[in-house]
């Protein structure tokens, strides 16, 4: 998969993070997975994409990670659980993170429609996305590590 297609994502991530309070925002890595089925425990944000390129993204976090994360976005309310109000808050980064990336794509000329998030979470459960092979990102928000996986039909 050519990079620019990755790009986006990593501006997206890039861009919303800091609107959010996020000081120390970084890309880590970039790995391709050989498998398209992802194993996860903690918490997984599935969006469709549509248009010019098909495809789905995947935002998976360790469930303590997405619990800071929405205590972020709640202005610093504590997060002991992951209950209806912190999974809207993640539900809303995901769409956030991606309809940035929609918007860098379209600067590019490419259109795309993102579906909205399905969010699931727990201890061992897989995730199959629609490509053999899968690219990996993993981003860094504050210390907290959020892997992006991208699968495109290009």
């Known amino acids: 998969m050519d990079i620019k297609y990755i790009n986006p994502f990593v501006e997206g991530f890039l ?11 970084k890309r880590n890595s970039v790995r391709v997975r050989e498998d398209n089925t992802i194993q996860y425990s ?9 248009g010019d390129i098909k495809g789905n ?3 998976g976090l360790e469930l303590e990670s997405a619990k800071k994360i929405a205590s972020k976005m709640m202005m610093g309310m504590p997060v002991e659980e992951l209950n209806d109000m912190a999974q809207s808050a993640i539900s809303e980064l995901s769409n956030m993170l991606t309809a940035n990336a929609s918007t860098n794509f379209e ?19 897989e995730a199959k996305m629609n490509t053999e092979k899968v690219l990996c990102i993993e981003m860094m928000a504050d210390g907290i590590p959020l892997e992006i996986n991208v699968a495109l039909q290009i």
């Open 107 to 125: 600067k590019m000329g490419i259109n795309i429609n993102i579906s909205t998030p399905t969010l699931m979470y727990g201890e061992n459960f």
């Open 57 to 59: 993204v995947i935002y």
């Open 42 to 50: 903690g918490v997984a944000l599935m969006l469709g994409i549509v």
């Open 15 to 25: 861009n919303v993070m800091p609107v959010l309070g996020f000081q120390d925002v």
